[in-house]
């Protein structure tokens, strides 16, 4: 599994906020329908505009993918990611390289750095 940020401004003092959804296709709180990608958006784009220093984790990129297609996704993406930029927040997505294809993993990475979990090793 590969961490994949796009975090224009990014701050080390972030505080996370715990609003979780669940895609699923049964309707239940807190859930989002994978197909309904219009609904993921603006839940993202209003928890952006009401927090400060926002953290994004859009856990389940493979799913939508599968379920809607790669270029409503990829968009989905673009937009998010125009609203990051704009709110100066973090965004994480973890990507399954195997279940992706690599033009698909290309342009999620082409606005995106890898996160790499370091070690103290790493640091001297």
Do not use: C
Not at 90 to 119: C, G, H, T, W
């Amino acid at each position: 599994m590969l961490y994949y940020a796009f975090a224009p401004g990014y701050s080390p003092e972030v505080r996370f906020a715990d609003h979780p959804h669940l895609l699923d296709k049964q309707s239940w709180a807190q859930s989002i329908n994978p197909i309904a990608l219009e609904v993921i958006a603006d839940i993202t784009i209003k928890f952006l505009k009401q927090s400060k220093n926002p953290v994004i984790l859009l856990d389940g990129i493979e799913h939508l993918i599968f379920e809607n297609g790669s270029a409503p996704v990829l968009r989905l993406l673009r937009d998010i990611q125009e609203w990051i930029i704009l709110q100066r927040a973090i965004l994480i997505l973890p990507v399954d390289p195997a279940a992706i294809e690599k033009k698909e993993l290309a342009l999620m990475e082409r606005n995106m750095f890898e996160l790499r979990q370091y070690s103290n090793e790493d640091e001297s």
